[in-house]
């Protein structure tokens, strides 16, 4: 489900991140690493709204890098995030 959107798809069609042991968060390409895991769809509404809304900090109860939202976007996108 999508942490965002809060939709059931298949995983395939999601992103995994992990929060590990040392509270960084990471983006879990295999769906197998250790540690708590949240999922965001593909959609690039619930890629923004996840930034804007801040929300892995919400979801993994730490503060969230904005290098790890630019990961996210760079994974689904192909690029960082345009400055204005």
Sequence with gaps: ???VCRQLK???E???LVKGADD???IDITSKAP???AYICDNPECV???RKKKLLGKIFSC???DGVYDAIEEAYFGRGREQD
């Design 24 to 26: 960084n968060i990471i």
């Design 35 to 37: 540690g708590r895991g």
């Design 48 to 50: 923004e709204k996840l």
């Design 14 to 16: 999601m992103l995994r």
């Design 10 to 12: 298949e995983k395939k």
């Design 63 to 65: 503060a969230v890098d």
């Design 1 to 3: 489900m999508c942490v």
